[in-house]
């Protein structure tokens, strides 16, 4: 993976390789909380926030520290308690700076710890043998990616408020059938780049 540019890398994650519409990791917090666009934008900023230093952080803990000390099999966990330290910390910030924004969010703040695409996409960075460069454009372009999912999803989801639902497709399911939309939609860009 040495030889692909990091920039084509950070368009394929947002785009091609979207976390969320390919891989779809991420999907309890993208269906609770996009229901409106400022919430939606809050926490997509937080998660490409959490999600470009974690990969950052992590890449750095698993080549510099786990590699050479034969210990690999432990970076699960300690993946897991970097995002969980870097989330804590960006829950701290947003109470402190956006108290109206951290109520929006409500529990939705806390359990980007336990957000599948920031570990996903730590993982995936590990596996796939990135080098550092390519690590951080994947996780900021996987948290931009993410994001633009998000908002996305928001602003359809606040003009469907002004449109006809059948009753049995309200809420979740209807939700259901634009992820799916907006995942085709996505694929369409397959061809102009791509990761594998």
């Keep these: 993976m040495s030889e692909i540019n990091p920039f084509i890398i950070f368009i394929a994650a947002i785009f091609t390789n979207n976390i969320l519409l390919s891989n779809f990791l991420g999907m309890c917090s993208f ?12 926490l997509g900023c937080a998660v490409t926030f959490v999600m470009g230093i974690t990969i950052t952080a992590n890449w750095l803990v698993f080549h510099l520290v786990l590699k050479p000390l034969g210990l690999e099999y432990l970076y699960f ?11 804590q910390f960006v829950e701290m910030v947003v109470e402190r700076y956006s108290p109206t924004l951290y109520l929006a969010l409500g529990i939705f703040l806390p359990l980007i710890t336990v957000n599948c695409a920031i570990l996903g996409a730590c993982l995936f960075a590990v596996v796939r043998n990135y080098t550092f460069m390519q690590s951080i454009a994947y996780g900021i372009g996987s ?20 449109s006809h639902v059948p009753k049995a497709l309200e809420g979740i399911g209807i939700t259901m059938i634009i992820t799916g939309i907006m995942a085709l939609a996505f694929s369409g860009f397959a061809g102009v780049v791509s990761m594998q």
Excluded: C, H, P, Y
């Design 31 to 42: 269906i609770a909380i996009s229901k409106t666009l400022k919430a939606s934008f809050g």
């Design 77 to 87: 966990l300690i993946f897991i308690m970097i995002i969980a330290a870097l989330v």
């Design 143 to 162: 948290g931009i990616g993410w994001s633009l999912a998000i908002i996305s999803m928001a602003a359809i989801r606040q003009r469907l408020r002004f």
